[in-house]
């Protein structure tokens, strides 16, 4: 049905926050990735859960499609409205709803973003710990089960959630869970909608899990002979129990693009970004310890940054290696993608994405969250020449290929979006694809909800 | 369809391995907790997943019954086969199939259980750190989302498995992950399962987390004035980031039982049993801010054990409190009951569960994973006393409603069953409810999964 027809509801229900002006249609349909953008019919900026179901309720009886949208840092095409649709922007309803100090909790409604959440936990003594890079929103982050560099101490966002309150597909309002750290009470849910982006409800409210801000924090970077050693490195200092804070890795040509992007100097070869925190006593051990097994593996050039703006230094140059790598080629566009092995497959992955990079014409970066075996590939290309499109495309796959050869997944913490679709069933098989099918299309029969997300097809 | 139809069937495919042996049956409806038991019509030991594969055709083509069995340690009836059909005996299908040393997983069969799977460990310096008790299987263990002493340091099952590998309703076989540590490749089929206690599919073969087995442990216990006092130390423990392995509350009774069962003379007060782990440094760091602590709250009289035998007895008198608790009053039984909350609440909520059981005719004994909020209650009875039986169960609903009162839930880790399916709606609300029977529908369209448990009937 056109969405003309629900125009003048959605008009009475929210006035002045609705909107089909065209320059807001285009920004709400492209994400921070490479895929086409596709903009929606309508713009609605929702204040309250109510409001949520009533549009949910709107879309549900003439089939109008619904698309979540919060700080738009996606990178799989989560966002685009290929089949039109209304776009729930959900960054007005981003209110801090209570915060237990006690219980090391707190409920949020979807649209703050996790800077904005730190900044106002400031005082308590207590952080959220997930940190996918972007400011991106906590509803956006549940909905990509979005992961990053603290995951390997802190986990995902499948980890730092106790609840949600989610407007399912008809309009109804589900809470998942109560605040209790566990729960054995039926099925999972919270962890059923967190990665489910926006298929299956609308995330109206979160309870997230909050961390002791540590006593002492503690970066380092260190570079290593060979991506082996590095890797090698992080399995032993895993393995010895040492609860390392962050373990990032960059490949001698990412470190390049940070000197060159950063007027710095490091050396140019795979180097580890390191973070240590706890008390003092426990960091000081920690950081001995990991001295020790990186010698081993020769990393013995150590950088410390200590003080607060040394260490934010440090982490502005590996955060920033997405613009760092574009500069090397004035005028391109990167394909990031993401994939995650076991950590024991993590350099031959490593090893086979850069055979791969020499074997073609354009360049790729390597940077990854090496803890967790998860990598992103920066590869360089030209938007506008067909051929380097093509190119880019079919590097794109074969990294996904030798992940899964590698018994990896196609996205550690991306998402399926549109992008990888094509790649679910290789990864999974047929039964589970379809199990997600029959899920789907048991919770939203009328297929509203991000349509052409995860599962594009009816089940079977 | 009675069974009848498909016992010659059975009876081809496994042999001796099938049985309708009046013994047999009987224990294999008959778990660890107080609800009737209801024997299955026939029992087959399965060794493959294409056996149970086939089991779950031959159901479900005729709408006979399907239950799974592990070691029969669960509480609230989960085994029981209300409606009869066939019990699948996981029991013989126990290997571990991989260890991954260097990735910290194993693949393992579901009928192995935990004690055996760290008894195969023990030379790799790696453990499975899920305890909940009882020698429960790997399988059980995911379909409850068992968790028990150590969750507060290592989480429960939804955290510490990687993949499943599932039979579907209809005999289809599902991979739900791959071994990557974090995935976000479509929806969390793996965290679905778990907890799903058997009616949304068979569990043939986990991956799970493995953890370095520490340098250094050391235990302690250590009375308190109040159960108050003992719970604002743990608060204010678990607040300044201090790594506990174990934080257990016994009240003050508890303390009598245990005294009078294992010959110990601790103090009949509220008491912290408390386990250290890490570096010998970190431990003792710990062990200094913990005592710290303790004292501010009353708590100074830490006794310590910290070889390995001595930590052994001051377990097993936590880990024997059920058989202490039984032998306050000879030829009772007791019900296990299992709520969580925050832990900001979770003071309140004792408080008032020891008021109800001081307004009552029958004895209480409480217990608690005091550092997750979670506590179970033994309330001793005599099963031969309708009144008892009648008192018992108002307790026990009494106990949920308070909990529930205070933001938490009807089970922290024991699940539904069939004892709970009456309090989940009061818990989550009805559409939450709704969609877990949307779900179900939706992967075992002929009900044919654990009938009678979590949810026993159709969505609205």
């Known amino acids: 049905?056109?969405?003309?027809?629900?125009?003048?509801?959605?008009?009475?229900?929210?006035?002045?926050?609705?909107?089909?002006?065209?320059?807001?249609?285009?920004?709400?349909?492209?994400?921070?990735?490479?895929?086409?953008?596709?903009?929606?019919?309508?713009v609605v900026f929702v204040h309250t859960t109510d409001e949520v179901s009533q549009v949910a309720k709107l879309c549900h009886g003439t089939g109008v499609p619904i698309v979540a949208f919060g700080a738009g840092t996606s990178l799989e095409g989560h966002i685009a409205a290929p089949q039109g649709g209304v776009c729930i922007d959900f960054t007005q309803m981003n209110k801090v709803i209570c915060v237990h100090e006690a219980d090391m909790d707190a409920v949020v409604q979807p649209g703050i973003t996790r800077k904005t959440l730190n900044a106002h936990l400031r005082d308590t003594g207590l952080f959220f710990p997930v940190d996918p890079g972007a400011d991106a929103t906590i509803g956006g982050m549940c909905a990509t089960r979005a992961s990053g560099t603290s995951t390997v101490r802190y986990g995902s966002m499948k980890d730092n959630v106790l609840a949600l309150e989610v407007v399912l597909a008809d309009g109804r309002i589900v809470k998942t869970a109560n605040r209790a750290r566990k729960s054995a009470a039926g099925y999972d849910l919270t962890r059923l909608m967190i990665g489910s982006e926006g298929t299956l409800g609308l995330i109206t409210a979160v309870t997230v899990k909050l961390h002791p801000i540590p006593e002492t924090v503690t970066a380092a970077i260190c570079p290593f002979p060979r991506v082996e050693d590095a890797v090698d490195c992080v399995i032993t200092a895993i393995q010895t129990g040492i609860p390392m804070a962050r373990m990032e890795l960059l490949d001698a040509l990412s470190m390049k693009a940070v000197n060159q992007y950063s007027q710095l100097n490091y050396a140019q070869a795979p180097t580890l970004f390191l973070e240590f925190e706890g008390s003092s006593v426990a960091v000081a051990e920690q950081v001995e310890m990991v001295q020790a097994i990186a010698a081993e593996h020769g990393g013995t050039d150590f950088q410390w940054a200590t003080q607060s703006e040394d260490r934010a230094r440090l982490w502005a140059a590996r955060h920033n290696l997405y613009y760092a790598g574009l500069a090397l080629r004035p005028g391109c566009r990167a394909l990031t993608t993401d994939v995650c092995v076991p950590i024991s497959n993590l350099a031959e992955c490593i090893h086979r994405t850069h055979q791969a990079f020499e074997a073609s014409a354009l360049t790729g970066l390597i940077l990854g969250h090496v803890g967790d075996g998860n990598f992103h590939t920066l590869i360089l290309f030209d938007p506008d020449d067909a051929q380097e499109r093509q190119e880019v495309e079919r590097l794109g796959a074969d990294i996904v290929a030798q992940a899964l050869a590698l018994d990896g997944t196609c996205t550690g913490e991306h998402g399926i979006g549109m992008g990888k679709t094509k790649y679910l069933t290789a990864e999974l098989g047929e039964p589970a694809v379809d199990a997600m099918a029959l899920i789907k299309a048991a919770l939203d029969p009328t297929h509203i909800l991000n349509p052409g997300k995860i599962i594009p097809t009816a089940p079977k």
């Open 1 to 42: 049905m056109p969405i003309s027809q629900i125009l003048p509801q959605l008009k009475s229900l929210f006035g002045d926050r609705m909107t089909t002006n065209a320059g807001v249609l285009e920004s709400h349909g492209r994400d921070e990735g490479s895929l086409p953008s596709a903009a929606p019919d309508a």
